[in-house]
């Protein structure tokens, strides 16, 4: 039990997923969870900013330790519970190499899919162009084909980094989650589309499911046409 340990988050955030599959996957369940709404009020409360000076979740503690950074969160638990629950980290030189590499491009696959879902919410109303979302949606689509390629790559049924489930998965899974939840085509992108389908059913992936995907299971459809 992670009785020492607090986590505030939103529930359809892929930063916070992040750090709630990497305690599932250390056996850190029975944490302190606190879950919020991205009402002015509670995500930009005091609550918020004693842990995190951004304001924003998700907001991590353990014990003293603050860690709110959704990668540097995982890091520190694979690093802290090595050997407790799932091994993160391949030992292998070549699935670690591969590990990183995808980890870190993930972040630019996740801002190129947040340019075009939240760009209603990044560009004021009077400041809004039709082209430049065309542009976002061409820039996903090219970021889309590289993660088709690199699953077709490592083969199919198989986790972003080779055969086992690593940091990669951990932090990607909720991005590729989110594209299939903004209305992205299985058929267009098959091997993400398989990839989805195989995580999904992952016992810590289905326990920090976002509450709100639950209740209402129909998406948007901001990404039928990338
Ligand atoms: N780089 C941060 C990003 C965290 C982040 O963008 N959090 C969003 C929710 S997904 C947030 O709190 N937004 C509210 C705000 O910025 O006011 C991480 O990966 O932890």
Redesign the pocket.
């Known amino acids: 039990m992670a009785k020492n340990m607090t986590l505030l988050w939103?529930s359809g955030?892929?930063?916070?997923w992040?750090v709630m599959i990497a305690l599932e996957e250390k056996k850190l369940q029975g944490y302190n969870s606190r879950l919020l709404s991205?009402d002015k009020e509670e995500?930009?409360s005091q609550e918020v900013f004693n842990i995190n000076p951004?304001?924003?979740?998700?907001s991590f503690k353990h014990g003293d330790v603050i860690v709110?950074?959704?990668?540097?969160?995982c890091f520190y638990l694979e690093s802290q519970f090595k050997s407790q629950g799932t091994k993160l980290i391949p030992e292998s030189t070549e699935e670690q190499a591969l590990m990183y590499q995808r980890m870190f491009e993930g972040l630019t696959f996740y801002d190129k899919l947040t340019a075009v879902i939240f760009y209603e919410y990044y560009v004021p109303e009077g400041e809004r162009l039709a082209s430049a979302v065309k542009r976002h949606k061409e820039a996903l689509s090219a970021e889309l084909k590289l993660w088709e390629g690199y699953l077709h790559k490592t083969g199919s049924g198989s986790n972003l980094a080779g055969k086992h489930f690593t940091l990669a998965d951990v932090v990607i899974f909720p991005t590729v989650a989110t594209l299939f939840r903004f209305g992205l085509s299985e058929k267009r992108y098959p091997r993400l589309g398989e990839y989805y389908a195989l995580l999904r059913e992952r016992p810590s992936i289905k326990a920090s499911w976002p509450p709100h995907w639950l209740e209402n299971t129909k998406g948007q459809d901001t990404l039928t046409d990338v």
């Open positions: 939103g955030s892929p930063p916070c992040r991205f995500i930009k951004r304001g924003q979740v998700p709110n950074e959704s990668y540097a969160a």
